[in-house]
């Protein structure tokens, strides 16, 4: 898709981070914008930042782990704007233990922001994407996690890889059928987000996460400088979306230095050996 002037997005997580990176990539490029966060207040002090007249922005209250919450989504953005040509399903959480300290409310949270949320994305948006009969686009955010599997993450690994996976089947029937909806996966690194503060968003449903152990707070320690310290900022995750819909590229991974993380990952498969540690 290499027109995005006067064009619909819809994303997801869009009151922070990457979700509004993509909303001021957006707005310059002259779309309609649909923005959907769990925080409506956030949401509405973010969109005001970008100076778009109020009849080419759409703000939905969304909880991306619930179903009924997406059809909303998708309800409101077919009826507001007429038709949907860009779809950033972008929302995601995360959360550090041990893979056997996380509870089942951990991995049900996790799971439903970054995987159930794309499910729903695709379950509700998908069939009227290719009824519109015209060129769009579903951009899935996944992570380094989805191709990796980094110690003290197993949930947020776990949701990731799934989003990679659902993102490839998806590529590959759409393609199979020649239709007119493209799909990308992005997967950065670490970026200087709030991700790492996922737990303020966390709804009351799930409870309160127990506090890591003293083996998860070193993994936590190191993700958290991690993503203070990134080079790539939000931004620049926006940049590479937009270039690669416009290239109907589907692989979005702008930290290259993660390729050779990832061909280890691979060559450990392929020669049947075991897992090798990350450094």
């Known amino acids: 898709m290499r027109q995005f002037d006067d064009r619909t997005v819809v994303i997801t997580g869009a009151a922070s981070g990457i979700g509004l990176a ?25 969109a005001g930042e970008l100076q778009v007249t109020p009849e080419r922005v759409c703000l939905c209250t969304t909880d991306v782990s619930r179903e009924a919450d997406v059809a909303h989504l998708a309800d409101t953005a077919f009826s507001r704007f007429g038709a949907v040509h ?9 959360l550090t233990h041990l893979a056997w300290e996380h509870s089942i409310a951990d991995w049900e949270w996790v799971l439903g922001v970054n995987l159930w949320s794309v499910v729903y994305g695709v379950r509700h948006f998908m069939p009227r994407l290719l ?34 996976t659902l993102s490839e089947t998806l590529y590959l029937e759409l393609t199979a059928r020649k239709a007119q ?15 790492h503060r996922s737990e303020r968003t966390r709804p009351q449903r799930y409870g309160a996460a127990l506090p890591p152990s003293e083996a998860a707070q070193a ?29 109907r590229r589907f692989y979005i991974v702008p930290h290259s230095k993660l390729m050779k ?15 090798t540690p990350l450094a």
Not at 233 to 246: E, N
Not at 261 to 275: F, G, K, Q, W
């Open 22 to 46: 993509l909303a001021r990539r957006g707005a310059k490029e002259g779309m309609r914008l649909v923005l959907a966060d769990i925080d409506g207040e956030r949401l509405r002090v973010a």
């Open 86 to 94: 860009l779809l950033c399903n972008n929302a995601g959480v995360a």
């Open 131 to 164: 009824a519109q009969k015209e060129e769009s686009h579903v951009v899935n955010t996944a992570s380094a996690a989805g191709l990796l599997s980094t110690p003290g993450m197993a949930a947020y690994n776990v949701s990731k890889h799934g989003v990679v």
């Open 181 to 195: 909806v493209g799909v990308s996966v992005l997967c950065p690194a670490w970026v200087p987000t709030n991700i």
């Open 219 to 247: 993994y936590q320690a190191r993700s958290d400088q991690a993503v203070k310290r990134g080079r790539l900022t939000a931004d620049d995750m926006a940049d590479a979306v937009f270039r690669a819909v416009a290239e």
């Open 261 to 275: 993380a990832v061909r280890l990952r691979m060559d450990d498969i392929v020669e049947t050996r075991n897992p």
